[in-house]
């Protein structure tokens, strides 16, 4: 149980630190960053499954159409989350990221209910409900929708649902996802070579290091916390998860110095009260069905 935690917490806390480690390379654009993302994470993953030995599970998988449509789907996902995320932390909306893991346990929620037709109890509607709300409040003190949120929301959510329904686990998921990506961000960063444009080639050595890292840095969270949801209850996990949105949150307020007025933190209150809401909700139903 206490590893379990461990790992988890260990997991949360890495991607609490990601809009650090994206504004260090805040000078490469961010389609640049995300090929590079997706090149250096290949290679690590070749790595570990090298290491252990563990590639029985490919020309499994390749025989079967449905399970490569699936994670294709995952894999678009996941790009445009990356991408929008990758650009929102370099272009200050690190604030604004931040909502969007804060409202995805609510996405989850709703996509259970629209897709696998999961019934909703009173305490879920009333939680999905205050955080509808507080979308709404935002959307009318801004002017706009909060789309930066939504999208990482959304994405996110749906790619978790993917995953979920998946025939294969967390570090073989993620290999043939990267897999899928890795062509078409080779062809993308061969193209900026050849028009001398690669930030790789022309950026100083600590950058080009930083880049590199984006292999590990993608990685070993993901593979922390699949090592972490086998051990811990959900609702362990679930409690946990609100780690890193907090962390960027508080990054984007006191190390990015983000404009975070009033209004706009009456939109994050009501929609922290429907999370504090649907947790609750959640621990009060298994306590009772235990």
């Known amino acids: 149980m ?3 935690i461990l790992y988890a917490a260990l997991s949360f806390f890495c991607w609490g630190l990601f809009p650090l480690y994206f504004h260090a390379i805040g000078q490469v654009p961010a389609l640049e960053i995300l090929a590079h993302r997706m090149l250096w994470s290949l290679v690590f993953l070749a790595v570990v499954l090298t290491a252990r030995s563990q590639w029985g599970w490919l020309p499994k998988v390749l025989k079967q159409p449905r399970v490569l449509g699936s994670f294709v789907a995952s894999a678009l996902l996941l ?14 909306h690190v604030i604004d990221s931040s909502l969007g893991y804060f409202i995805n346990p609510l996405v989850n929620v709703l996509l259970g209910l629209l897709v696998l037709k999961e019934k909703l109890r009173r305490g879920q509607w009333i939680a999905i409900g205050l955080a509808a709300c507080g979308v709404a409040w935002l959307t ?40 899928i990506l890795f062509p078409a961000a080779l062809v993308y960063v061969l193209w900026l070579t050849s028009h001398g444009q690669n930030t790789f080639l022309s950026s ?7 880049l590199a890292a984006a292999g590990p840095i993608t990685a070993v969270p993901l593979l922390l916390f699949a090592a972490g949801a086998r051990r811990i209850p959900m609702s362990v996990l679930g409690l946990l998860q609100y780690m890193s949105p907090t962390m960027q949150m508080l990054l984007g307020v006191w190390f990015f110095h983000e404009a975070f007025s009033p209004a706009r933190m009456a939109g994050f209150g009501i929609i922290w009260t429907a999370l504090v809401l649907y947790v609750i909700e959640g621990w009060w139903s298994n306590r009772n069905a235990k």
């Open 79 to 92: 790009t445009a989350n990356w991408f929008v995320y990758i650009w929102a932390v370099n272009n200050g």
């Open 140 to 179: 009318w003190q801004a002017g706009q929708l909060p789309w930066i949120a939504l999208i990482l929301g959304c994405t996110f959510g749906a790619y978790g649902l993917l995953r979920k329904t998946a025939a294969l686990a967390a570090l073989e998921g993620l290999s043939l996802e990267t897999m």
């Open 204 to 210: 100083e050595v600590s950058t080009r290091w930083l």
């Open 2 to 4: 206490n590893i379990g």
